[in-house]
């Protein structure tokens, strides 16, 4: 089946297709606010129990668990940059988020993976060139790893959205050049 990309509106807890979410969580892996917080108070508190025993992430990697409460099987813990002024490898470490978000999707047999928009809140990186970055290296990582059949963004605000919307529209797929 060719992967595809699918863009949807709103909370990413409420996923009932995914196979597993994908967190934007912090280097503990103990919790936070926004998408973090949603998504552990949609689990239940054995996913708190669960990162307990990783010992942290790494910026740019990723690592799984399950999702009790969650519809989906799994979630997929990574951890994007906070950004400050485009020099400290910023964007390497937002597409290295997505890579291996699908790499351990590949890993679990994950084929339907749902995400948020990795960095672009409290982390503040600007939401176009984000967006651009998630589609493109998305894209490339599912070509990789055949597995995965979907990425399925989730987009908390009409301007997220719009800025997805925009990336999709205008990255072509690599095999089309
Ligand atoms: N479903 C989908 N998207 C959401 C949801 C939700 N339920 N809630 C928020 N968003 P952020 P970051 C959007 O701040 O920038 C946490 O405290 C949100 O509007 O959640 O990677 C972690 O523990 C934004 O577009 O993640 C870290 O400390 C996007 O998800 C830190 O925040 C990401 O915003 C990570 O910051």
């Keep these: 089946m060719t992967p595809k990309i699918t863009l949807h509106r709103g909370d990413i807890t409420t996923d009932t297709q ?31 129990a669960e ?25 997929i813990h990574t951890v994007g940059p906070v950004y400050h002024d485009g020099t400290r490898d910023e964007a390497e470490l937002l597409a290295s ?16 993976v749902a995400f948020p928009s990795i960095s672009t809140g409290v982390y503040r990186y600007p939401l176009a060139e984000a967006a651009q970055i998630a589609i493109q290296t998305v ?16 987009l908390f605000s009409d301007q997220s959205f719009e800025a997805f919307d925009a990336a999709l529209t205008t990255t072509a797929d690599p095999r089309d050049r």
Excluded at 51 to 74: E, F, I, V
Excluded at 99 to 112: F, H, P
């Design 18 to 48: 995914a196979d597993a979410i994908v967190n934007a969580a912090n280097n503990s892996l103990l919790g936070g606010g926004g998408v973090d917080g949603a998504i552990h108070r949609a689990a239940g508190p054995e996913l708190l």
């Design 51 to 75: 990162c307990r025993t990783l010992n942290g992430c790494a910026t740019g990697d990723a690592k799984a668990t399950g999702g009790y409460q969650l519809p989906a099987t799994y979630v």
């Design 97 to 112: 988020a997505y890579r291996r978000s699908i790499e351990v999707a590949a890993e679990i047999g994950a084929a339907r």
């Design 139 to 154: 894209t490339a990582a599912m070509a990789q790893h055949p597995q995965v059949i979907e990425a399925r963004f989730w």
